[in-house]
């Protein structure tokens, strides 16, 4: 491997200081990205939810910056996953008919990418600034992206507990280094196989059941009650309640109606499901989360066996989020808070200060991670230029941050500012638009789109929707 590299911090002794780090001159750090699939960002014990423990995750708030306000820039595996490796929407790209990549099927299959984008990769950048490159677990990403053509080496332990433990003897031989490492763990996605293996109905989910066995198997072993627990002590004690936003939102969109028309099981699972249904599946979701955080902490545990917290900058994420019983939903797509929002935190012991939660600045995993990893390899890289690197907000220096934030689906598009107002633009039932105030209704019970108080808001909203974010749309 390359000698490892030796740069200079760009701290003011003031920062210094007050961060309580006391050397200037740092290696360039091994860069580490974790991510797991299909986890709102308030499934973490750090975030609050008495229903969960993960420990590995709270390590790294502890010992990080979590930042509260983080969104996909699509809650859909792959158009989420496009864009951590490229910086950019995958809806600004567009199919062999012409059309829009907003949905999952369409973005896996997108076959062809320009050479001004394979050129601006987030690997593309880290092998120009030296770094080795390895990858481990899930992609689901397009032909062109496919981690070995970006130069990436595979590892083979699959995407649970043997990526864990592949990972973990990875590191235990200690590498020289400078290397960038994504681990992508599948959990706790397997939460989606509840209401797929409940409702099974047409030929393509049979045959999705029947090919997930492994997947079905967690899902079961999530499913089960703590032994010798009555039903009655279960459910006052153990299974998580419904949650606030149980029931549909108030003029619910015809677009959300129909995301759930899309696919049987979800349309069925809201109008079947019990109660006790609907806890069982939060109870499962947070045991899969529980099982993902083990092998977080696998991984943590060989770097400190190592030494090498120290020399290793770790992000952890999600590619989106799950709906988690919200409005009688469960999966993804829709532009609810659970579904878009992510945890994105971020932890190098001895260079960020830690145990600090931001709820101020908008992030976006997909357009920011790309110059955020790059600014600590120490090369300048440009995707989408309204990708920011967050190591000022990290490193606790002032700097302009962006007031919106945007995000797509198949459905529509929304954008949220700083003062957690909400606009989103549907457009798959004609167009339908909404205002929401996250401030006085975080739950999304309802909006305020005909409130003429929020006129003001609401204009501004739609000028950076128009202008910053979705020309065009």
Not at 80 to 94: D, K, P
Not at 326 to 344: D, I, N, Q, W
Request: glycine share 6%; aromatic share 10%.
């Amino acid at each position: 491997m390359k000698k490892r590299l030796i740069t200079t911090l760009s701290i003011t002794s003031a920062c210094l200081s007050a961060f309580g780090v006391n050397q200037v001159e740092v290696e360039k750090p091994n860069i580490l990205y974790i991510f797991t699939d299909q986890q709102h960002a308030n499934m973490m014990s750090c975030a609050g939810n008495k229903w969960v423990k993960t420990p590995a995750m709270d390590y790294i708030a502890e010992n990080g910056v979590r930042f509260t306000r983080a969104y996909c820039t699509n809650p859909v595996s792959s158009p989420s996953r496009f864009s951590m490796m490229t910086g950019r929407f995958c809806g600004e790209f567009y199919d062999d008919k012409g059309q829009q990549v907003r949905e999952n099927d369409a973005a896996y299959k997108l076959s062809t990418l320009s050479d001004a984008v394979l050129q601006t990769t987030l690997p593309a950048y880290l092998k120009k600034a030296g770094y080795e490159l390895y990858y481990g677990g899930k992609s689901h990403l397009p032909p062109p992206l496919n981690p070995q053509k970006q130069g990436f080496t595979q590892l083979k332990g699959g995407d649970r507990e043997e990526l864990a433990t592949e990972a973990a003897n990875f590191l235990r031989q200690k590498p020289k280094g400078p290397f960038y490492m994504t681990l992508s763990f599948i959990n706790p996605h397997d939460i989606c196989f509840m209401a797929i293996r409940d409702y099974t109905n047409t030929e393509e989910e049979k045959a999705m059941v029947g090919r997930s066995k492994k997947e079905i198997s967690a899902l079961e072993s999530a499913l089960k009650w703590p032994e010798g627990v009555s039903e009655e002590d279960f459910y006052s004690q153990y299974c998580p309640p419904l949650p606030p936003n149980f029931e549909p939102q108030k003029d619910e969109p015809q677009a959300v109606k129909k995301l759930l028309e899309i696919r049987n099981f979800r349309k069925t699972a809201r109008k079947n499901y019990t109660d006790k249904q609907w806890r069982m599946h939060r109870w499962a979701y947070a045991r899969l989360t529980e099982q993902v955080d083990r092998q977080l902490q696998t991984i943590l545990n060989a770097l400190k066996e190592t030494g090498q917290l120290e020399h290793t900058l770790i992000v952890f994420s999600s590619d989106h989020g799950d709906m988690d019983a919200a409005h009688r939903m469960e999966h993804k797509t829709a532009l609810y808070e659970e579904s878009a929002g992510v945890p994105f935190m971020v932890m190098w012991k001895g260079h960020i200060q830690g145990n600090r939660v931001d709820s101020n600045h908008l992030i976006s995993n997909g357009l920011d991670l790309l110059p955020t990893v790059c600014d600590y390899a120490g090369i300048k890289a440009v995707a989408d230029p309204r990708g920011k690197s967050i190591r000022p907000l990290l490193e606790g220096k002032k700097t302009k941050w962006r007031k919106t934030l945007g995000v797509e689906t198949e459905i529509g598009r929304m954008v949220v500012n700083e003062n957690k107002l909400k606009y989103i633009k549907y457009d798959a039932v004609g167009i339908e638009e909404q205002l929401i105030d996250l401030k006085t209704d975080p739950y999304e019970m309802t909006h305020v789109t005909k409130d003429l108080k929020y006129k003001k808001e609401l204009d501004q909203l739609k000028k950076s929707f128009n202008n910053d974010w979705f020309k065009g749309f």
